[in-house]
């Protein structure tokens, strides 16, 4: 054990999964940096600085930088995932999903069922998202409810630094296509993590503290809001469960359904928009499956469907903050 | 193609007003007034200023993340970039979209982009609605270096040939996509490409902005004659980071420094102009003196500004809903 932070979280299950298995690769843009350039070579270790020092030991054929060409190098890693290798690509941000859709969701995510259940396509794809960089439109979504609707992907959301390095070793080691996304502002967060590798299994919610009134289902960067608001919540004499389902994809029903089935109250919160997201898909389980357990309306907590503005007092009231969640945990207790 | 002092005077106002812009967006950035990302443009002042000159309001560009030269180029106005640079209420997108994403419709500045190749696709619409309605307009996208090896790109080379749009394709050739060299991640030639999609194309250096003048001005010239796209490649250098904040540890020691002194676009702007007799120094002097006391009151304002009200959060989604 010893302190990391969610960025070294990462680069450690990167280094721990190349080290064991030479199949494991990493590609991205300017993922060492500095290719071709007259200065140092791996000059960013990407764009902030996640897999750093990979390069100088696995070397440029394993740790591959790529043109800014996310169709191709993204569809690169696929190919080369039915074929032998586990590639770990990256996608910079989930923004620029847009450019490549094609080769995750046409083809990556559906070779095993259309080829009859003889493809094994283990790609990761690492990507940043969220907002609060006041990074603006373009460069601050919260994407996986997009992948968690392409059945034959498998979405991570890791939460803290723990979280990631145990379900990045996961999704390395899973055969099936596997979209890895990270908060670019819990980078700096930093907490105890196991030095040796671990795995964390799929579609097994976590629940990060148990309480008797209200059920906070939170994901991401979200969960510690959850918390937060929980403590809060504690002074006024209201205890919450709060569930971090963990991957989106597969989802913890059980666990999810159980825990409302003992509090009665369900608040859901969600960094990503809120039609068609996983507020709104984890509230219609709930209701589909625990309506009777219900003692008042499921409360869903998201930014409105906008845009991610720029200017910071915008961007500040497009969040979820500790205090709306803990708003609408009261308002499902009044 | 012959300038005018006229508009040798101008072509230079707006190359220091570009220059002064981003020097003085660095120095703000680096004292935190700025937030989010910031890419500047400072070095590359004669490729916007060479190309935009020939343009007007029928005309549209498409342009980067590293974007305000073009803005500036094409028309916008200054103070409105500024305060949206510092996410104001009264930036030229309301603040809702800083650096990355200033535009300006009614200039046919439609917009930096965030989206490395975003700008190609959308310059071929341009193009297309030019041609349809025949209003003589054409359309130009500049791209980087990295940016030219994107689909998007290579897509609309060739479409704009095989629709015969009057579209011009400016490869922004800095060296480097973020920490990555272009000699590595560019295959071939920009030229060659061009050729292959049978387009006319330009080698140029990009500190030149005569060099630039006149070739943009045969490809406008031949865009709104009907004669189809043409792509232009100038190499050139970008005097700071990536973004603000980029170390540039890739880079080699004194290269900016080198560049800086010996192959300056402004100051080789100057020196011809001056040598050849047209113009004289203490008029150029009173340009960098007047756009420097523009940039300083368009940071003083910016300053001053209020941030959006918070209503404007949830305006501007849809048209109509
Ligand atoms: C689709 C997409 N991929 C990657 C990025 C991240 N990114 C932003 S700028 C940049 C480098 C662009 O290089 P180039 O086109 O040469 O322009 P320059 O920055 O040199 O002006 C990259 C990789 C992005 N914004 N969009």
């Known amino acids: 054990m010893s302190k990391k932070s969610y960025r070294q979280a990462i680069n450690e299950a990167l280094a721990q999964e190349m080290r064991r298995d030479p199949t494991v690769i990493v590609m991205g843009e300017d993922n060492a940096g500095g290719m071709g350039a007259p200065g140092d070579d791996d000059a960013w270790g990407g764009v902030l600085g996640v897999t750093k020092g990979l390069m100088p030991e696995f070397g440029r054929d394993r740790v591959l930088d790529t043109p800014i060409t996310e169709s191709a190098f993204i569809g690169a890693a696929v190919g080369a995932a039915a074929t032998g290798l586990r590639p770990v690509a990256e996608l910079m941000f989930v923004d620029f999903l847009g450019v490549c859709f094609d080769q995750i969701f046409n083809q990556a995510a559906k070779f095993r069922y259309m080829f009859g259940g003889k493809a094994v396509t283990p790609v990761v794809i690492r990507t940043m998202y969220g907002a609060g960089f006041r990074a603006a439109s373009q460069h601050s979504q919260c994407l996986y409810p997009i992948f968690t609707h392409i059945p034959g992907l498998k979405v991570v959301v890791p939460s803290s630094a723990y979280e990631a390095k145990g379900l990045l070793i996961q999704s390395i080691r899973d055969n099936d296509p596997v979209?890895?996304?990270?908060?670019?502002?819990?980078?700096?967060?930093?907490?105890?993590?196991?030095?040796?590798?671990?795995?964390?299994?799929?579609?097994e919610a976590n629940l990060t503290r148990e309480g008797?009134?209200?059920?906070?289902?939170?994901?991401?960067?979200?969960?510690?809001?959850?918390?937060?608001?929980?403590?809060?919540?504690?002074?006024?004499?209201?205890?919450?469960?709060?569930?971090?389902?963990?991957?989106?994809?597969p989802l913890d029903e059980d666990t999810i359904i159980e825990s409302v089935e003992n509090t009665g109250r369900l608040v859901v919160v969600d960094e990503a928009s809120p039609r068609c997201g996983m507020a709104a898909d984890i509230s219609a389980l709930v209701a589909q499956n625990a309506f009777k357990a219900l003692k008042a309306p499921i409360r869903m907590v998201t930014p409105p469907h906008t845009p991610v503005p720029f200017a910071p007092q915008l961007e500040d009231a497009y969040i979820p903050t500790p205090e709306k969640i803990a708003d609408a945990v009261r308002h499902v207790m009044a | 193609m012959q300038l005018n002092r006229e508009e040798l005077l101008q072509s230079y106002r707006t190359m220091c007003t570009i220059r002064e812009f981003e020097e003085r967006v660095h120095s703000e950035f680096s004292e935190g007034g700025i937030p989010g990302f910031v890419h500047l443009y400072a070095g590359e002042e004669a490729?916007?200023?060479?190309?935009?000159?020939?343009?007007?309001?029928?005309?549209?560009?498409?342009?980067?993340?590293?974007?305000?030269?073009?803005?500036?180029?094409?028309?916008?106005?200054?103070?409105?970039?500024?305060?949206?640079?510092?996410?104001?209420?009264?930036?030229?997108?309301?603040?809702?979209?800083?650096?990355?994403?200033?535009?300006?419709?009614?200039?046919?500045?439609?917009?930096?982009?965030?989206?490395?190749?975003?700008?190609?696709?959308?310059?071929?619409?341009?193009?297309?609605?030019?041609?349809?309605?025949?209003?003589?307009?054409?359309?130009v996208a500049f791209v980087g270096d990295g940016a030219s090896n994107q689909g998007t790109t290579l897509e609309s080379y060739n479409l704009a040939k095989v629709w015969n749009l009057p579209a011009i394709f400016v490869v922004e050739d800095n060296g480097y996509a973020e920490s990555t060299a272009s000699v590595w991640a560019v295959a071939g030639d920009q030229s060659k490409r061009a050729a292959a999609f049978g387009m006319p194309s330009y080698e140029l250096d990009g500190n030149d902005f005569f060099a630039i003048h006149q070739a943009a001005g045969e490809a406008v010239e031949r865009a709104r004659g009907g004669g189809g796209p043409s792509l232009i490649h100038v190499k050139l250098t970008r005097y700071f980071g990536h973004f603000e904040g980029d170390a540039m540890t890739y880079r080699q020691a004194g290269e900016i420094e080198v560049a800086r002194r010996e192959r300056d676009p402004l100051r080789f702007f100057r020196q011809r102009v001056t040598e050849a007799g047209v113009l004289e120094a203490h008029q150029l002097d009173e340009i960098e003196s007047e756009v420097k006391r523009l940039i300083d009151q368009s940071v003083v304002l910016s300053k001053a500004a209020p941030p959006p009200t918070p209503e404007r959060l949830l305006t501007d989604v849809y048209v109509s809903y």
């Open chain 1, 179 to 203: 979209i890895f996304l990270e908060h670019k502002v819990l980078y700096d967060e930093i907490e105890e993590v196991p030095d040796e590798p671990y795995t964390i299994p799929f579609g």
């Open chain 1, 212 to 249: 008797d009134h209200v059920t906070i289902v939170a994901l991401g960067r979200m969960v510690g809001f959850a918390n937060r608001a929980a403590d809060a919540l504690q002074k006024e004499g209201i205890t919450c469960t709060v569930v971090d389902p963990r991957t989106t994809s």
């Open chain 2, 47 to 139: 490729s916007a200023v060479g190309v935009c000159s020939h343009l007007d309001d029928r005309d549209n560009i498409a342009s980067t993340h590293r974007g305000h030269g073009h803005c500036i180029a094409k028309g916008c106005d200054v103070n409105g970039m500024m305060a949206e640079i510092f996410g104001r209420g009264d930036g030229l997108c309301g603040g809702k979209g800083g650096s990355m994403h200033i535009a300006d419709l009614s200039k046919g500045m439609m917009g930096a982009n965030g989206i490395v190749g975003g700008g190609p696709p959308l310059i071929c619409g341009a193009a297309l609605t030019a041609k349809t309605l025949k209003t003589g307009g054409v359309a």
